[in-house]
Structure formats: C-alpha cells, structure tokens
C-alpha cells in the first residue's frame, strides 16, 4: 500500500535519503526511527509530493507519486511534523473544508467530521478558533485533517509530538483501530515505548540510509541488547 523503491533524495550536495526501499501493507504498521537529521521527514514528504525524488519512487496504493500526485493525495492521510491550521477557522469548519478538498460526499461530510471531533476528543473546542488552541489541541486538529477523508495509507511524521500522556493515547488508539481496519501505518517518532507498542514493522535509518529492519524483537536481536532503546544507540553508532 505504501512504497518505497530505492528513492534517492538530495537537496544540492546534500544527500538527504539514499536508496531507501521499504513496504507498508494493509493492516500493518511501520515505525521508522533515526536520529534528529537521519531523512526520516525527508523520504516521507516525497511519499507526500510535497518533494520530488531524485531516483527512484514512492507510490502509494500503486500510484507513483510523480505520475498520479492527485490519486496519492487521495489515497493518502499525511500530518507534517510541523503543520499550520488556519488561525481564522474552528476546527468544525476546517475539517468540513478538508473533507470537500479530499472528495468526501456532500450528504456524508458533516456526519464524517462529526465522527473524526469525537475520535479524537475534539467536541469541547470544536468552535473554538484555531489560532486559540493549545499545542496539544492543535496536533489533534491536525491529525483529524489529515484523515478526514478515511484513506487507505497514513503517514504520520511525529504524530505524538507535544501530546500529554492521555492525548497520546488517543492516538495510539487511533492507530490500532487503523490496522484492525486494514490501513497501512507509516509513522516516525523518537519514542520507543510507542513503538514497541504499536508497531508490527521497525525501519531504523541513519544518514539517510535504512540500516535495520525487522520487527522489535528482531531487531534487539540482532544487536545483541537487551531493549529496543539500546539497540537503536548500537546501531545507529555502528553505522555512523
Ligand atoms: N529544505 C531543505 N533544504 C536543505 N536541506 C534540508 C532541507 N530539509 C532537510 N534538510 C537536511 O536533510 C537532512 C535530513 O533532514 P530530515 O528533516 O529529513 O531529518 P529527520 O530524520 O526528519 O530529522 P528529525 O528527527 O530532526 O525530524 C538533514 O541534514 C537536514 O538538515
Ligand atoms: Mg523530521
């Protein structure tokens, strides 16, 4: 469902992400860890066309993101690690505008947007502008527009970023109630503890490179550590 094949991403002489290549299916999740600069928010934002790839492609429910960037926006939930909301809009009103953007019928949309303000406890401030909310409030927002439309594939950069412990676990919620309906789950963190939680899949990628993949127990495994904390550190050393 979301693909990456061997994408190359540099920006000037800065080689960004390098030959990456990895699979998200139907019904699983992914974890994609790596240091602060490792090309994680890079390769997704291709996945996003909000970036062209150098070499290589990233397709999404089998559209390349070049050729069909419609069809991928379509089949597509992206939160951007840092997104801005409208300031002048209630999250009530930018959500019914984002779901008319993403196609969502006329006769389904204020039903659809109804269901999303209470997924992830919006009511209490849905009328609320948005230029008004705390950090917290707005990541909600921000993850309710980015799947208002209900699409397939969902790719969330840091999606538990600035969340206090109990909004985190509406997420986390929320993205095991994903996977049980068949979506296919791409997100980054620096949480490890969230992805031993969530993910059925670890990509650890380093310098732009993917240097390990497998699932956490795997994955510790092959370090020879006793956690998935430390098997990262050993890791992301050995390859630096
Ligand atoms: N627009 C840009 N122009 C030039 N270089 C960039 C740009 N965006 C990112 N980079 C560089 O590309 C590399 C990868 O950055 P990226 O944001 O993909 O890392 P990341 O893995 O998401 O890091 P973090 O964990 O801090 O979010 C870094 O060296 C960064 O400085
Ligand atoms: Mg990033």
């Known amino acids: 469902m979301i693909e990456f094949d061997r994408l ?3 920006y000037g002489d800065l080689l960004a992400v390098e030959n990456l290549s990895l699979n ?3 019904g699983q999740v992914y974890a994609l860890l790596g240091p602060n600069g490792a090309g994680k928010t890079t390769a997704l934002r291709c996945l996003a066309t909000l970036l062209a790839p150098s070499a290589g492609a990233v397709r999404v429910a089998g559209y390349d993101s070049r050729r069909e960037p419609l069809q991928v926006r379509r089949h597509l939930g992206f939160l951007a690690a840092s997104m801005g909301l409208y300031e002048r809009l209630t999250p009530r009103e930018l959500l019914l505008y984002f779901a008319e953007l993403q196609g969502v019928p006329g006769g389904g949309r204020a039903a659809r947007v109804a269901e999303v303000l209470e997924l992830f406890e919006i009511v ?3 009328d609320r502008l948005c230029g008004r909310l705390s950090t917290g409030q707005r990541q909600r927002v921000s993850i309710a527009r980015a799947v208002v439309h209900d699409p397939p594939a969902l790719v969330l950069d840091e999606p538990t ?3 206090d412990v109990l909004s985190g676990e509406t997420i986390r919620r929320f993205i095991h ?3 049980a309906s068949g979506r296919a789950v791409l997100f980054s963190t620096h949480q490890m503890d969230e992805v031993e939680l969530l ?3 670890v990509g650890i990628i380093a310098g732009g490179r993917l240097v390990a993949e497998g699932t956490t127990e795997e994955i510790v495994a092959a370090s020879g550590e006793k956690n998935l904390a430390r098997a990262f550190l050993h890791i992301v050393r ?3």
Do not use: I, Q
């Open 124 to 126: 209490p401030f849905a």
């Open 161 to 163: 970023l600035g969340l």
């Open 24 to 26: 998200v299916a139907p």
């Open 238 to 240: 050995e390859a630096a």
């Open 177 to 179: 109630g994903a996977r």
């Open 199 to 201: 993910a059925d899949r």
């Open 8 to 10: 190359t991403k540099s």
